[in-house]
């Protein structure tokens, strides 16, 4: 992640962090700043994951002067009106042609959170994301980040820091990512990672 903070991301997550902390979790680099290093910086993209129900209440307080393109299973729109609701993935946020945020929608059945890409594949909703005491925030845990990252051809990820993060896991959360994704896909992220410093 670079040192230098977004003029552009801050104000915006400064506003949700006022309106609708509570409805929404950091996800990608964030998340996993917050887990290697009690870290809470915002700079480059920022990525928050939100439960399906609240995603219109979070999508109401983005202010008028950001664009958002809505993404569903078969179109892109600026519209939320022209989308498919239940089968929105994410909506990318831009301000002057940058885009500083990606809100993650994800689902829940009977409080229990769904995998977009294999619903079989299911946890407590309240056993996907940690606390921080540090900053008073929500985050998506470690292993949930990389299975989106490693299996999801959604661009989350600024910077790749594979490595730090698996040498962080527990041994629970390092065998659940790897039954996940797969030894192959763990591999390949390792070795694109390498190949990328």
Partial sequence: MSNKESSNAKPL????????????????????QLFLNDSFNIADKVDISVNRKYFTEVIKYIPNQYV????????????????????ITHANVFLNDEMI???LVYDTINEEWLFRLDHNIRFPEKYIYFHSITWDVDYIKPEIVL??????????HQLPNYKKVIDALSYYQFVLLRVVVGDERIHQALISEKNAM
């Fill in 101 to 103: 945020l990606t809100v």
């Fill in 147 to 156: 299975m989106y990252e490693l299996l999801d051809p959604i661009d989350y």
């Fill in 68 to 87: 958002i393109e809505f993404h569903d299973d078969t179109k892109v729109s600026t519209s939320l009106r022209d989308t498919t609701f239940n089968t």
């Fill in 13 to 32: 997550v400064s506003t949700l962090l006022k309106q609708c902390k509570e409805l929404f979790k950091f996800n990608g680099e964030v998340a996993k």
